[in-house]
């Protein structure tokens, strides 16, 4: 089990690609996903995300980090 830690974004984030990201790899619904890129971008709120896979978590943590999601990896084993 691994938990990313969104933190934030900089500017230049791509909000949309980012949604698409938290539901076709995270598994969320569009609508889950829309809040919490709201809740991220729009209240500042450090979110934890929960991944079953390591590796499924290290592929949305990489791609979170493309997108301008500022973001950090915690592996639990």
Do not use: Y
Not at 13 to 20: G, V
Not at 47 to 53: D, F, P, R, V
């Amino acid at each position: 089990m691994s938990k990313i830690i969104f933190e934030g974004w900089d500017v230049g984030m791509c909000k949309i690609p980012f949604i698409h990201l938290l539901q076709n790899k995270a598994g969320l619904s569009l609508g889950e996903a829309k809040k919490l890129k709201d809740r991220l971008v729009n209240d500042n709120e450090i979110i934890e995300l929960g991944i079953e896979s390591n590796e499924l978590a290290q592929d949305i943590f990489e791609a979170a980090l493309t997108l301008n999601v500022r973001a950090r990896l915690n592996s639990e084993d």
